[in-house]
């Protein structure tokens, strides 16, 4: 596609349930970001795939989030036994590559985000 | 730890004036600076970048500026119109190894 595909846009769940939440990236995009956004709050970095390396879970709030990406192209970022403090917007973005040094911020795409609502 | 934070979370400017967003970072050896725009319902857009060998730097009718002396840049938005409401995010793209590290934005709001 020609941006950066969420889905679902919108997910109402009840605590304890699991979630899964789906980003395609813009083709041919080897990196690819997961933040999330709290209302109110600014962007939470969660997780990063850079091509084939190992991810960068540094970000991740608790092993009850996991995310993987398959083939190197869609990612899923899961949710087991959801809380009311995950309801949040989830944000993915991809680029063409992370590199600290020569990093540009307007290579970097984001899609629209999955609100998840736990109640 | 480290991070990058906004000094109002809302604004409010009339149609027409200069908008000012400020933003202060903490971490010293941040070079690299990025404000993004994020329009309701989607995900946010780059608007201007900025080095840290330079002070200012222009775009359309935004102006980025950068204090490194005092960790702070601004982002000015030119003859502010409705199309500008919207919630504006300072990052910084060098801290450490996590890839952008964003404040917790400034909305701006346009009154006719």
């Known amino acids: 596609g020609a941006g950066v595909s969420q889905s679902p846009s919108n997910k109402v769940t009840e605590k304890g349930k699991d979630v899964e939440l789906r980003c395609d990236p813009i083709?041919?995009?080897?990196?690819l970001y997961w933040y999330r956004q709290s209302l109110g709050q600014g962007l939470e970095f969660l997780i990063y795939f850079q091509g084939n390396s190992a991810p960068d879970k540094s970000g991740l709030p608790s092993d009850r989030f996991s995310a993987e990406r398959t083939g190197g192209s869609v990612s899923t970022l899961t949710i087991q036994r959801t809380q009311q403090e995950d309801s949040a917007v989830y944000l993915c973005?991809?680029?063409?590559?992370?590199?600290?040094?020569?990093?540009?911020?307007?290579?970097?795409?984001f899609g629209e985000g999955s609100w998840l609502t736990v109640v | 730890g480290e991070s990058v934070g906004l000094h109002l979370p809302t604004l409010s400017v009339q149609e027409g004036d200069n908008s000012i967003i400020n933003c202060a970072y903490s971490?010293?050896?941040?070079?690299?600076f990025i404000w993004y725009k994020q329009e309701s319902g989607k995900g946010p857009q780059f608007i201007i970048d900025?080095?840290?060998?330079?002070d200012k730097r222009q775009g359309q009718r935004v102006t980025v500026l950068l204090n490194k002396t005092v960790k702070h840049l601004s982002l000015q938005i030119a003859a502010t119109q409705p199309g500008d409401s919207a919630v504006y995010f300072c990052?910084?793209?060098?801290?450490?190894?996590?890839?952008?590290?964003f404040g917790k934005g400034t909305r701006l709001s346009v009154i006719a």
């Open positions: 990052a910084d793209a060098r801290s450490g190894n996590t890839p952008l590290v």
């Open positions: 083709s041919g995009h080897t990196a």
């Open positions: 973005a991809s680029s063409l590559k992370w590199d600290r040094t020569y990093f540009s911020g307007n290579t970097i795409y």
């Open positions: 971490n010293s050896a941040s070079d690299y």
């Open positions: 900025i080095r840290s060998n330079m």
